[in-house]
């Protein structure tokens, strides 16, 4: 395998892990335990903060709905930046609700996305030869 080749299966291969990951957290929120029963879960104590129920709500919707689409996207390689983007700040949403209720000790979740989100984000668009966005579009997107 060439050096073109392995960036090529490097990237595709971060890029479909956290794709899979996202979309299969996704997926429960909204078809395993619907995103009520998410809110009852883990947005309900947020109602003892300042943020007002209406963005809690949101939030919850946000959450579940970005993680499948955008991880979706991610695995077909499909608006490659607009996933990144708005699972990057899905992130930031996730990682400040978690501290504002408590100090965020265990980052193991966190983590590892962040991680693979960042070098996607990094790595030159043309290595990212096996994705739709380079069928549709005609270009490596950068």
Sequence with gaps: ?????????????ARSLLGIIFLM??????FTYTVLKVYGMFFKDFEK???PKWLIWGTAYYTS???LICGFLLIIGLF???ALTLLGVDLLVVSFGH???E?????????????LLIFILAAPGEWDRWSLDGVVFGERVA
Aim: hydrophobic content about 45%; overall charge positive; proline content about 5%.
């Design 25 to 30: 957290q996704g997926y429960g929120k909204i």
């Design 65 to 67: 709905y970005v993680e």
């Design 80 to 82: 490659r930046k607009y």
């Design 1 to 13: 395998m060439n050096d073109k080749t392995s960036r090529a299966a490097a990237l595709l291969f």
């Design 103 to 115: 100090p965020i000790w265990d980052l193991q979740h966190v983590i590892p996305r962040a991680v």
């Design 49 to 51: 903060t300042f943020l």
């Design 99 to 101: 501290g504002l209720l």
